[in-house]
């Protein structure tokens, strides 16, 4: 497809478990941003990658939290020993890098902590 | 402490009625955009202002940047049930260094038929 894929759609998992949310963005797009959108709260910054920069780590709540982009492309982001309180829809996006520049966003990974 | 304070947070209006939502900071943006979200969907791009004063349309919707580029406002003449969704602006921090946009918690729109 020609949009941004992530996968998977919906993630329910125990408490203490580890997760991993994978996100494709648009092919040619230099920059990638993971964000968190929480029930009744906008859009909370995580992370962000720009082609081999180094990344923009500011965003992410604690060290149970990281992120890779491997290649350029693809990116997995891993929450370790989840909590009830890591609940939300983790929304990818990239962008062909250009300030200020349209965020192309996918349709994002519902994780539910029991 | 939210940075871009969105108003208001819901508003609930008959189909061709005119409305008005906001989004207000007390720190200077070099742009802001505003973004339309669906549920069960990721955010998706209306418009982005650059110049303080700038007013630009989008058939219905019409955007404005205030002078001082702290604050912006979106105006929709006679709603329609496809407007609704969660409308949410976004700031680019001047001098942050990294390029990140912060957002607002949004405004949630339902237009009824």
New interface residues.
Partial sequence: GAG?SQSPSNKVTEKGKDVELRCDPISGHT?L?W?RQSL??????LI?F?GNSAP?K??LPSDRFSAERTGGSVSTLTIQRTQQEDSAVY?C?SSPGQ?????F????SRLTVL | TQLLEQSPQFLSIQEGENLTVYCNSSSVFSSLQWYRQEPGEGPVLLVTVVTGGEVKKLKRLTFQFGDARKDSSLHITAAQPGDTGLYLCAGEKIGAGSYQLTFGKGTKLSVIP
């Fill in positions: 941004v920059a941003y964000y009744g709260q906008g859009l909370e910054f962000y720009q923009d500011s965003g929304l996006a300030v200020p520049g349209e965020l966003f996918g349709e994002g």
